[in-house]
């Protein structure tokens, strides 16, 4: 009953042998269907028993085995067998192929409708490419992606975008964290100090005051010794005014 399909078929012709498949599938469920009926009446039974048992062994075998066999091909580098039940990955958009009973290898790309021209083998020992067209296309071909197989090269155009989505990620990764630390800020409440550490800091300023206004008054009497070296008069009076801002400021 499964006829062309217990046997590897050309990978040339597997797409054509896909295609009629169906139409070779309901060939031989008639055919099994008649024998079977054929065998029970030859044994006595009544058509009316015969009939509804061979049809519904038919259609249990049309349904649930026929319809998810796969076809069979056989890489002619390293002779090993792949069942076009593969997963797969279409090498013209680069989409995954997982509806592989209707969309497989040697059918067509369901994203795209783009049929493939090769499908590099997904044998270890092997990897070279099994052309299914006789125009042998290298380049978009498909592959199975439960192996790490090089992929073709993206389209420019594909880079450009995959570079621009990466960058817009990272700018709004960046946008996030930048709101999250301002609203962990926001949301610390203020340290409260204690009476002691306000009056320690308190006198730490006054004494910052302090020694900042010491050190400003020796350098002016530096600067007016200077000045007033042949006016005794003026620098006691400068000398003067120095010491009043001390005071003031102490």
């Known amino acids: 009953m499964s006829g062309i399909f217990s046997s590897a078929v050309d990978p040339i012709h ?50 649930a085995i026929l319809t998810k066999q796969p076809l069979k091909i056989r890489c002619e580098h390293c002779h090993g067998y792949i069942t076009t039940n593969t997963p797969w990955v279409c090498g013209f958009c680069g989409a995954k192929n997982d509806d592989v009973d209707e969309y497989p290898f040697v059918n067509k790309c369901k994203h795209c409708g783009a049929p493939p021209k090769a499908y590099k083998c997904h044998h ?36 450009r975008q995959e570079e621009q989505l990466e960058k817009e990620h990272a700018l709004k990764m960046r946008k996030i964290d930048s709101d999250i630390a301002a609203l962990e800020k ?42 007033f070296k042949d006016d005794p008069e003026g620098l006691e009076k400068a000398n003067m005014l120095i010491e009043r801002f001390l005071e003031e400021e102490a």
């Open 14 to 63: 597997s797409r054509f042998w896909f295609y009629i498949r169906t139409f070779v599938h309901f060939l031989g469920c008639i055919s099994w269907c008649a024998g079977i009926i054929f065998v029970l009446t030859l044994i006595g039974v009544s058509p009316w028993i015969s009939d509804p048992i061979a049809i519904a062994i038919t259609l249990y075998a049309y349904v």
């Open 124 to 159: 270890s020992n092997c990897g070279e490419l099994i052309y299914l067209s006789e125009d042998r296309l290298d380049a978009n071909f498909a592959y199975c992606y439960t192996r790490n197989v090089e992929a073709p090269p993206l389209p420019r155009q594909a880079l």
């Open 186 to 227: 926001g949301a610390m409440p203020p340290k409260l100090q204690s009476v002691s550490d306000q009056k320690r800091e308190k006198l730490e300023r006054m004494l910052d005051a302090h020694l900042s206004a010491r050190e400003w008054a020796n350098k002016k009497r530096a600067e007016i010794a200077i000045r």
